[in-house]
């Protein structure tokens, strides 16, 4: 898998190829991706792949990935954080690297029922929130796609934190709630035509 990967990098002199990830469960079953929506694309800046995640085309996730050694110089994982790869990738993604896009299915991730991704609000879904907001406040151009994107997306992951919560964290989760509201507020703007549905924008706007 990696060796066809890394000759795809050597040929098209690329920082990053990715591949396509299937989602496999612990029944058997496994979740394709949409082959019409997944197309060999080739050469991509890495701001348009970066605006791609923030659209939810595209995943996050470095698993899915081969990566020139050299575009990690200067950057490494943040280990208090979760939700991790977005953050990143959100900023070897802004360091002006070329991605090649292939329809290449080559990855199965295990879907374990229970897992901390997947049970409800937590430490995961606020980081997404925090880590979501550093990549808006780090792009200067208010005026580009890209940051209309990543707002929009602020505002998703925002939505999503609060939605999954229960009524005690709720109420427990105070500060952090007030913080995911002026996120709505600040950028709703940026939802109209956007990957949140109409139920979505309505949530946000109560």
């Known amino acids: 898998i990696y060796q066809k990967l890394t000759s795809v ?13 299937a989602s496999a469960y612990e029944d058997g079953k496994r979740n394709l991706p949409n082959p019409r929506s997944n197309a060999d694309l080739g050469v991509k800046s890495g701001e348009w792949f970066l605006e791609q995640i923030c659209l939810r085309k595209f ?40 991605v090649y896009v292939t329809d290449y299915l080559g990855y199965n991730y295990f879907v374990r029922s229970g897992s901390m991704s997947r049970s409800g609000f937590s430490k995961s879904l606020r980081d997404a929130v925090y880590n979501t907001e550093s990549l808006v406040n780090r792009l200067t151009d208010t005026t580009t796609s890209l940051y209309k994107s990543a707002c929009c997306y602020a505002v ?39 990957i949140l549905t109409k139920n979505d924008r309505l949530f946000c706007k109560i």
Request: hydrophobic letters at 40%; glycine letters at 2%; charged letters at 30%.
């Open 59 to 98: 995943g996050t996730s470095v698993c899915s990935k081969v990566f020139n050694r050299s575009v990690f110089d200067g950057f490494t994982f943040d280990e208090t954080r979760q939700n991790e790869d977005f953050l990143i990738m959100s900023e070897i993604l802004v360091a002006n690297v070329k």
């Open 156 to 194: 998703y992951q925002a939505r999503t934190a609060i939605a999954v919560m229960t009524k005690e964290q709720f109420k427990k989760e105070k500060d952090f709630v007030l913080c995911c509201k002026k996120i709505i507020k600040k950028y709703n703007k940026y939802t109209k035509n956007s």
């Open 9 to 21: 990098m050597q040929k098209e002199d690329v920082d990053i190829v990715t591949m396509l990830m």
